[in-house]
Each structure stands twice: as C-alpha cells, then as structure tokens.
C-alpha cells in the first residue's frame, strides 16, 4: 500500500471514529429519554395529587350525606309537628311552616352539592385511570428505550475499540515524518488528505501539475501546490 495510500485510510478511519465517538455522545446524554423521564415523573405526580383529590372528594360525599340524613330527619320531624294535628295556635303553626320552608331549601342545596361532588369524583375517578395507563405506558417505554440505549452503546463503543486498533495499526506503517506532516496539515485544514479527480485536488478544486501527478505515480507523498494538502491519486 502506498504511502499516500495509508494516509487515505488513516484520515477514513479517524473519521468515522469521531463520528462515532459522536453518536455515543447523543446515546449518552438521551435527551429524548430524559425528557420522557420528566414526562413520566409528571405523569406519577399527576396521578398521586388526583388520588388525594378523589380521597378528599370521597370524604366530602359522605359529610354531605351524613349532613342531608340529618336534614331530612329533622324535616320529617318538623313534618309530624306541623300535620299532626297537634298546633293549636297561629303564631306556631306560622313557625312551623317557616321552619319546613327553610329546611326544604337547605336539603335542596346540600343535594345539589352533593350531586356536584358525585360528578367531581367521576370525574376525578376518570381522570387518576387515565393519568395512570399514560404512566405505566411511558414507564414501559423507558425500559424499552434505555435497554436499547445501553445495546446501542455497546455497539458503538465495539466499534470504537475496532476502529482504534485499526487506526493504531496503521500508523505503525507510516513514518514520523510522514506522520508529523500529516498531523501538521490537520490542524489547518479540517481533512489533511485530498484527492485527485481528473488531475483536479478536490480539496480547492484547483489543477494538478503533471510533475505532481508523476511523484504520486512512483508511490512518494506530494502536497497540493494551492491547498497544501496530501494528494492522493486512486489507481
């Protein structure tokens, strides 16, 4: 293999493993997963504060059906009072009656109350079942997803040691100068190695002299007169 050659594959190998390295950045930090974690989390605190909503609404319906059996006892016993033939006077008979009037209405308000309440708890009811299959299918798919995140990772992190090894071996082909040089033009221009198609550097897409194109056909490394990249020429 070439000199210009091994340079080729070096700069391929270096950059599929930054792009891996890459793509085990994104896997590690799992933003779409943290945010159904939050998601989720939400979801679980929803459904706890709905549940004391529904405790609270429930004892709420029974003080009001405590409070309306007393009414309606004490309506009954106010009903005996007034029919039971027993009023002998105007005054009391008149008390009586506004006594059963306002306590009609009372039992009135405490059943609309009461009816309200009945309506909130289905509601709250309806709402805690929904909030808890929408908690346990997200909790689901976190599991999903983080088994597969822990999957992808291992591939990539194979692919990563793969990738290394092969860059190593590589590099214990090329010599220090050429690595040197290599190295140098790296860290001026963002791919160090350039190609020649139809005797044109794809780099600067500039022309190649011949004498160039020459050196690069007798296997020795040539630098682009314009760009200052590596050239090489594929067979």
Request: hydrophobic fraction near 30%; glycine fraction near 6%.
């Amino acid at each position: 293999m070439k000199i210009t050659e091994q340079l080729w594959r070096l700069q391929e190998l270096e950059e599929q493993l930054k792009e891996a390295n890459n793509q085990k950045k994104i896997f590690m930090g799992g933003k779409e997963i943290q945010g159904n974690i939050q998601e989720h989390k939400n979801l679980k605190r929803q459904y706890e504060e709905t549940k004391l909503s529904i405790d609270t609404k429930k004892i709420d319906i029974k003080r009001l059906e405590q409070l309306l059996e007393v009414m309606n006892a004490k309506k009954e016993e106010n009903r005996g009072n007034l029919y039971g033939g027993k009023i002998n006077d105007l005054k009391q008979l008149g008390i009586l009656l506004k006594d059963q009037e306002k306590m009609e209405a009372e039992v009135s308000e405490i059943e609309k109350e009461l009816l309200r309440a009945i309506e909130l708890l289905e509601e709250y009811e309806k709402n805690s079942e929904e909030t808890y299959d929408g908690e346990r299918k997200l909790g689901s798919q976190i599991k999903k997803m983080l088994s597969d995140r822990q999957k992808n990772i291992e591939t990539i992190e194979k692919t990563v040691e793969d990738l290394t090894h092969q860059i190593e071996e590589i590099k214990a082909l090329i010599s220090k100068k050429e690595m040197d040089l290599y190295e140098y033009i790296k860290t001026r221009k963002n791919r160090p190695v350039a190609q020649i198609n139809e005797d044109i550097c794809t780099g600067c897409n500039m022309d190649v002299p011949l004498m160039t194109i020459t050196l690069l056909r007798k296997g020795e490394i040539a630098t682009c007169d314009n760009c200052g990249r590596i050239l090489h020429k594929s067979e």
